[in-house]
């Protein structure tokens, strides 16, 4: 029998792998709708379901937390936790919303790395909460989200390089600066996620 470095509460595990696994699914529904431009309005409406549970998972962990006498670790840690998963996910909403008001074809090469690099990370960030229960084995998947949130901000620097390199003209550079952006927030957003998952862990240990 695994011995736990913290209380036990099952619940609030179920919810937090369920929260990682949904922002997983929206960057890949983000995914999705940047390789087909063409259906991006149907394509769209995945990222939208994706935001709605996420609204239901948040309030669900919040309840649970009203309603828990113990809690798996401080109950301002829980909050903090629950909300900023959903704050990524309202990122990457905002993302696929202004992709399909936007024309915006063909892509920036940087703006499609920052979705694939999201994609990547909504992968780790479900690695990540999927061990919090034990508190096992989270330092490699806080290293690997640490260097890939700088492989973020090495293509955010390249995406500004070429906005503003004149090879654009303004109109262009004022769409792709919005969509950049939000792409860099949602990056750094999952580098946020996993800085609270290690003041968890460094407050347990």
């Not at 690997?144 to 109109?171: H, N, P, T, V």
């Not at 769409?175 to 996620?193: F, S």
Request: with cysteine; charged share 30%; proline share 3%.
């Amino acid at each position: 029998m695994k011995f736990r470095l913290i209380p036990s509460n099952d619940e609030f595990f179920v919810l937090f792998s369920k929260a990682a696994e949904n922002l997983a699914a929206t960057t890949k529904a983000l995914a999705a709708v940047t390789n087909d431009l063409a259906r991006g309005e149907e394509l769209h409406d995945a990222v939208r379901q994706c935001e709605r549970t996420g609204d239901e998972l948040t309030r669900a962990l919040l309840h649970q937390l009203d309603t828990s006498f113990v809690t798996p670790f401080d109950r301002e840690d829980v909050h903090a936790l629950a909300e900023q998963i959903d704050d990524v996910i309202d990122d990457i909403y905002h993302l696929s919303g202004v992709l399909v008001l936007i024309p915006v074809d063909p892509l920036l090469p940087e703006f499609r790395e920052q979705v694939e690099l999201l994609e990547v990370l909504g992968g780790k960030t479900v690695d990540l909460l999927s061990r919090m229960d034990y508190m096992k084995g989270l330092k490699p998947i806080l290293e690997e989200i640490d260097r890939l949130e700088g492989q973020g901000d090495e293509l955010y620097r390249r995406a500004l390089k070429r906005m503003f390199s004149g090879s654009l003209d303004a109109i262009e550079v004022i769409k792709w600066k919005d969509l950049i952006d939000a792409a860099e927030d949602a990056i750094d957003g999952i580098e946020d996620i996993a800085d609270i998952v290690a003041t968890i862990a460094f407050k347990h240990a």
